[in-house]
Structures are given as structure tokens and as C-alpha cells.
């Protein structure tokens, strides 16, 4: 069983940056495909960024290209999204999430993830 807890949420004004991270609770971290999603009520879990296992293969939606950065420490266990010119619409729970295979044509699926962290807010002021 794969724990994952979120930490880095909180409020800042538009343009403004964050850096969230993940923590995972297993020995074998380094394995594990990560992925940050978010979402807001009323709207489906959309995907944010994805990291295969020793951090060289990357993927964002098109929405944060360019703005935000998915990165990961393997000696730590942790996974970390930097964001930068942040914008109101980024407004959402923001979850971790992580599976022990990496297909690139999945990444961006909900479903392709095993274990799900319990999120941390995100609220970008205007």
C-alpha cells in the first residue's frame, strides 16, 4: 500500500507561485509513475503533470505548459509541482497520485493511477 500526502496549498495572488509537493510512504518510490491532477466542484479530476521514474520523461496538460514544472527526488520519495505565473482558473484541490507502470499514452488518465493522495487546496485571488 502506497500513502501519499500533499503539503504546499494555499492562497496567492494571480501571478504569483507555489510549490507543492508529495510525500510517498514506500521504500520503492523510485518505481512509481507520479501525477498531479486537480479539481474543482461540480467538474471531473482533470490531469496537470505526469513524471516517469527517474524524472527524464515529462508531461503536462496544455493549459500549465510552460508555467508549470513536475519534478521528483528519489532519495527523498517526494514529487514536487512548481508553479508559476498562477492564474485564478488554477484554482482547485490539487492530488498526487502514483502507479507502478508507465504507459505514455495513459499518463493523463485518472485511471491509470493506483493510489491517490487526499489533496491540497489551491485558490488563486484575482
Known amino acids: 500500500q502506497v500513502q501519499l500526502v500533499e503539503s504546499g496549498g494555499g492562497l496567492v495572488q494571480a501571478g504569483g507561485s507555489l510549490r507543492l509537493s508529495c510525500a510517498a510512504s514506500?521504500?520503492?518510490?523510485?518505481?512509481?509513475?507520479m501525477g498531479w491532477f486537480r479539481q474543482v466542484p461540480g467538474r471531473e479530476r482533470e490531469f496537470v503533470a505526469a513524471i516517469n521514474w527517474n524524472g527524464d520523461i515529462t508531461s503536462y496538460a496544455d493549459s500549465v505548459k510552460g508555467r508549470f514544472t513536475i519534478s521528483r527526488d528519489n532519495a527523498k520519495n517526494t514529487v514536487y509541482l512548481q508553479m508559476n505565473s498562477l492564474k485564478p482558473d488554477d484554482t482547485a484541490v490539487y492530488y498526487c497520485?502514483?502507479?507502478?507502470?508507465?504507459?505514455?499514452?495513459?499518463?493523463?488518465?485518472?485511471?491509470?493511477?493506483?493510489?491517490w493522495g487526499q489533496g491540497t487546496q489551491v485558490t488563486v485571488s484575482s
Open positions: 497520485a502514483a502507479t507502478k507502470t508507465f504507459t505514455p499514452s495513459r499518463v493523463m488518465s485518472r485511471t491509470f493511477y493506483d493510489y
Open positions: 514506500v521504500r520503492t518510490f523510485r518505481l512509481y509513475t
